[in-house]
């Protein structure tokens, strides 16, 4: 099994309007590290900083101090052209309301970061209509998303994150738009994914219930870590592996 680490912040602060007398700190001091192929949650509240965290973890926002190294690269220090790079090759996300665009089919929004990536026509096409017969949309692939159900736009959008093989997928609340029966259905395909394909996987979510499904629980309060816990997948695995 590889334990490399995939995602190492050390020391992580973020201040919004430094330097006036509205200064904001609403991380401080973050360390966290994630090993390839984990499967982790992020759990807290409204207001404890998991949002902000979880931009500058997506590399949508960078910290005002400290190191994030991604996949071996330093985040901190790479110009804006080759922060979207880095987006785009490495982080596949899967947002609450989906972010699909409307006027695309399914498989013309998978294909969508293998464009940007610069990957040909036929080999994008052919990977795309692959990652939409793994999560259970393949008769749906000419569809566009106002023809599909939320369960259904979810699923494109995990077929989206995983086009480019990222280095992770990052859920924010990917259940939070859906009932729980489809909800259930989602979560059930994150863990196929990392049973079957070993994809390193954070899930932000304000959910005790979702967050108890993974290997390890993160809980953030108040802009910093206040515990870190195994989460009952972990404990089914040493389960499993201490009865082989």
């Given at each position: 099994m590889q334990t490399e680490t995939v995602i190492e912040l050390r020391k992580i602060y973020k201040r919004?309007?430094?330097?006036?007398?509205?200064?904001?700190?609403?991380?401080?001091?973050?360390?966290?590290?994630?090993?390839?192929?984990e499967f982790i949650s992020i759990v807290g509240p409204s207001g404890s900083g998991k949002s902000t965290l979880m931009n500058?973890?997506?590399?949508?926002?960078?910290?005002?101090?400290?190191?994030?190294?991604?996949?071996?690269?330093?985040?901190?220090?790479?110009?804006?052209?080759?922060?979207?790079?880095?987006r785009n090759r490495k982080i596949g996300f899967v947002f609450q309301t989906y972010n699909l665009i409307p006027r695309n089919s399914?498989?013309?929004n998978v294909e969508l970061p293998m464009m940007y990536g610069k990957v040909g026509r036929l080999a994008r096409r052919k990977k795309a209509k692959e990652l939409l017969e793994i999560?259970?949309?393949?008769?749906?692939?000419?569809?566009?998303?106002?023809?599909?159900?939320?369960?259904?736009?979810?699923?494109?959008?995990?077929?989206?994150?995983?086009?480019?093989?990222?280095?992770?997928?990052l859920a924010d609340e990917p259940t939070g738009?859906?009932?729980?029966?489809?909800?259930?259905?989602?979560?059930?395909?994150?863990?196929?994914?990392?049973?079957?394909?070993?994809i390193t996987i954070v899930l932000i979510t304000h959910?005790?219930?979702?967050?108890?499904e993974t290997e390890r629980i993160v809980t953030i309060m108040?802009?910093?870590i206040t515990s870190e816990r195994s989460g009952s997948l972990y404990d089914t695995r040493q389960h499993s592996a201490g009865a082989e």
């Open positions: 919004f309007y430094e330097g006036s007398e509205n200064e904001l700190e609403i991380l401080h001091g973050i360390d966290l590290r994630v090993k390839r192929g500058i973890i997506g590399a949508l926002d960078r910290p005002t101090e400290g190191t994030y190294l991604l996949d071996g690269t330093d985040i901190c220090t790479t110009d804006d052209t080759e922060l979207s790079h880095i399914a498989l013309k999560v259970g949309m393949g008769d749906r692939m000419d569809h566009n998303p106002d023809e599909l159900s939320g369960g259904q736009k979810q699923r494109v959008a995990i077929a989206r994150a995983l086009a480019n093989d990222p280095a992770i997928i738009a859906l009932d729980s029966v489809t909800g259930r259905m989602i979560m059930d395909l994150f863990h196929q994914l990392h049973k079957e394909k070993g959910s005790p219930e979702l967050a108890e108040d802009g910093k």
